[in-house]
């Protein structure tokens, strides 16, 4: 089989001093990659190029080669145009959509973003699913300089004990900073982040996505003492661990002292939230501190719960 080759390459090629034209600066040459191939099988094999000339076999298969490679070259060739066509063509709508934004959303309300400009003051600070379906922008209609926002694989917050994270290093600047007055944890239906969490066995080789979810294991270990009690299959599993996890993110976020100060002074509130995109709902609730102080580790105590639907 042929080994992959450049689609062209370029020789810079120089007048000779001896020339009767005047110097000049290098000129460049394209030349094909099939051009270049038979110019080096020419040049490195030239008894070979003799020995088809007297054997009738050696030059039909030879032939038969050289139409299965040009063949080859030109289907390599056109999956490169069309996959340069697609990406422009994504490109080409994205700076459709951004214009449009330009025009409908920032010269529209141009003061506004002189203002975010030179300040932010946002009143939530939201840690996401990375999901592509689960947009916390879209799904909860939040506006430029509105929302501090963090995605991470299944919108996970890791305990203070476990060290320096983009995740709390964002917590960090939101509340000490930015001085958010709202910490939102959004999680959604059908994670794959949490069926990730829920499959794993514990004694394995872990991949970069096993490592990170590790972070929701008091979860997985809660839903799966819940399905033993209630027979739950797979999937409800999966669906029960998604929200227990977000309460379990929640517990997390008091265990950073400059958080849990300012949520035992009322200064900071802590809510989750679950989206599902199945039938398009969503559930918000907040973590009621004062009632959860007088419970066990791993338990919580919620309040203000609604459904929107």
């Known amino acids: 089989m042929a080994l992959p080759v450049p689609q062209s390459t370029s020789?810079?090629?120089?007048?000779?001093?001896?020339?009767?034209?005047?110097?000049?600066?290098?000129?460049?040459?394209?030349?094909?990659?099939?051009?270049?191939?038979?110019?080096?099988t020419k040049q490195a094999h030239p008894r070979l190029m003799d020995a088809f000339k007297g054997n009738s076999a050696l030059q039909v298969?030879?032939?038969?080669?050289?139409?299965?490679?040009t063949q080859e070259i030109i289907n390599n060739e056109q999956k490169c145009v069309q996959i340069m066509d697609n990406e422009s063509e994504l490109f080409k709508e994205m700076k459709r959509?951004?214009?449009?934004?330009?025009?409908?959303?920032?010269?529209?309300?141009l003061e506004h973003f002189q203002n975010l400009a030179k300040v932010q003051k946002p009143k939530f600070m939201v840690i996401a699913c990375a999901d592509s379906r689960v947009c916390p922008s879209s799904?909860?209609?939040?506006?430029?300089?509105?929302?501090?926002?963090?995605?991470?694989?299944?919108?996970?917050?890791?305990?203070?004990?476990?060290?320096?994270?983009?995740?709390?290093?964002a917590?960090?600047?939101?509340?000490?900073?930015?001085?958010?007055?709202?910490?939102?944890?959004?999680?959604?239906?059908?994670?794959?982040?949490?069926?990730?969490?829920?499959?794993?066995?514990?004694?394995?080789?872990?991949?970069?996505?096993?490592?990170?979810?590790?972070?929701?294991k008091p979860a997985k270990l809660s839903t799966k003492a819940t399905a033993t009690a209630s027979d739950l299959n797979f999937d409800q599993q999966?669906?029960?661990?998604?929200?227990?996890?977000?309460?379990?993110?929640?517990?997390?976020?008091?265990?950073?002292?400059?958080?849990?100060?300012k949520?035992?002074?009322?200064?900071?509130?802590?809510?989750?939230?679950?989206?599902?995109?199945?039938?398009?709902?969503?559930?918000?609730?907040s973590l009621n501190y004062k009632g959860s102080e007088s419970k066990e580790d791993g338990e919580y105590s919620i309040k203000d719960r609604e459904f929107w639907c």
């Open 11 to 40: 020789v810079t090629t120089a007048t000779s001093s001896s020339s009767n034209f005047p110097s000049t600066s290098p000129r460049k040459i394209k030349i094909s990659c099939s051009q270049l191939r038979f110019s080096e």
């Open 61 to 69: 298969k030879a032939l038969r080669e050289s139409q299965g490679l």
């Open 97 to 109: 959509r951004f214009l449009t934004f330009k025009k409908d959303k920032y010269l529209e309300n």
């Open 139 to 169: 799904i909860l209609g939040f506006q430029p300089g509105e929302a501090f926002i963090v995605r991470n694989v299944a919108n996970l917050v890791p305990p203070y004990e476990n060290g320096p994270s983009e995740t709390n290093a």
């Open 171 to 216: 917590l960090e600047f939101s509340v000490n900073s930015l001085e958010v007055e709202n910490i939102l944890v959004v999680g959604h239906s059908c994670c794959g982040g949490i069926r990730a969490l829920m499959s794993m066995e514990d004694n394995k080789n872990s991949s970069f996505i096993e490592n990170w979810v590790r972070i929701g």
């Open 238 to 261: 999966c669906r029960h661990c998604e929200k227990v996890s977000i309460n379990q993110s929640l517990l997390n976020l008091l265990t950073y002292p400059w958080i849990e100060e």
């Open 263 to 285: 949520v035992a002074n009322g200064k900071l509130s802590v809510h989750g939230g679950y989206y599902d995109f199945v039938d398009c709902t969503f559930e918000k609730w």
